[in-house]
C-alpha cells in the first residue's frame, strides 16, 4: 500500500515552500569544522553504528562553497573566529548552523579572554546542544530537530536565529561572573602578596 491509495486522484496540495524546505532538510551537507574533543563525536555520527547517512548527510564537505551546515565542534578561541567567519560566509544559502557542546554554546568552562564566550558572536545560531562533550546520539536529535525548523520556515528555508533561552535543550550555562555580580573587573581580589627581597632582610636583620 503507497501513497496511491491515499491519493487515488493522484492530486496532492502543498506550498512550494513545503516542497523546497523538505528537500532542503533532506540533503544537508555539513562543514567540517572540527576545534576539540566535541569533534570526535561528530565523526562518530558517520560510523554505522549511528549512520547519519539515513538522513543525506554522510557527505562532510571539505570546502564551504559545497555545504549548508556548520557544526561548530568545540571552543572558539579569538585567533579562529575570524577563521569561522570567513567560512560561514563562503557557504551557500540558505545555510545553518548548529552550536554543538557547551564550549561552542557559551564558552563553557574556559570563561577567559582567549576563548569567545559563544559562537553566536560571530555567526547566528539555529540551534545549540549542550553537553560536555554531547553524544552523538544527541547530536543526532538536534539535526532532527534543525530539520523540523527547516520545514517549517518560509521559502528562504531560513528559521532564524536561535538565542540560548529559546533552545530546545536546557540552557548550556549560566556565567557567574564579577560583572554579573556588580564587581569592578579590576577590584583587588584579595590575594596575598609575597614579600620583597629587602623586607625579609630587615625582618632577619
Given amino acids: 500500500m503507497g501513497i496511491e491509495a491515499k491519493l487515488p486522484n493522484g492530486v496532492l496540495l502543498t506550498t512550494v515552500a513545503k516542497v523546497a524546505n523538505t528537500v532542503r ?57 575570524p577563521v569561522l567567519r570567513q567560512i560561514y560566509d563562503q557557504m551557500a544559502e540558505p545555510k545553518w548552523v548548529l552550536a554543538m557542546g557547551v564550549c561552542a554554546s557559551s564558552g563553557g568552562m574556559f570563561n577567559n579572554y582567549a576563548i569567545v564566550q559563544g559562537v553566536d558572536h560571530v555567526v547566528p545560531v539555529d540551534m545549540y546542544l549542550p553537553g560536555c562533550p554531547p553524544r552523538p546520539e544527541m547530536l543526532l536529535d538536534a539535526i532532527l530537530k534543525l530539520h523540523d525548523k527547516v520545514k517549517a520556515s518560509g521559502i528562504e528555508g531560513q528559521p532564524g536565529q536561535t538565542t540560548i533561552e529559546d533552545s530546545p535543550y536546557t540552557k548550556p550555562i549560566v556565567r557567574d561572573t564579577r560583572i554579573s555580580k556588580g564587581l569592578p573587573v579590576d577590584g583587588d581580589i584579595g590575594m596575598p602578596t609575597a614579600p620583597l627581597p629587602e623586607d625579609l632582610e630587615q625582618a632577619h636583620g
Fill in 25 to 81: 532538510k533532506n540533503s544537508m551537507w555539513p562543514a567540517t569544522f572540527g576545534l576539540a574533543c566535541c569533534a570526535i563525536e561528530m565523526m562518530a555520527v558517520g560510523d554505522p553504528r549511528f549512520d547519519i547517512a539515513r538522513f543525506g548527510m554522510e557527505r562532510f564537505s571539505a570546502t564551504p562553497r559545497q555545504a549548508d551546515l556548520m557544526i561548530v565542534a568545540g571552543r572558539v578561541s579569538q585567533k579562529m573566529a
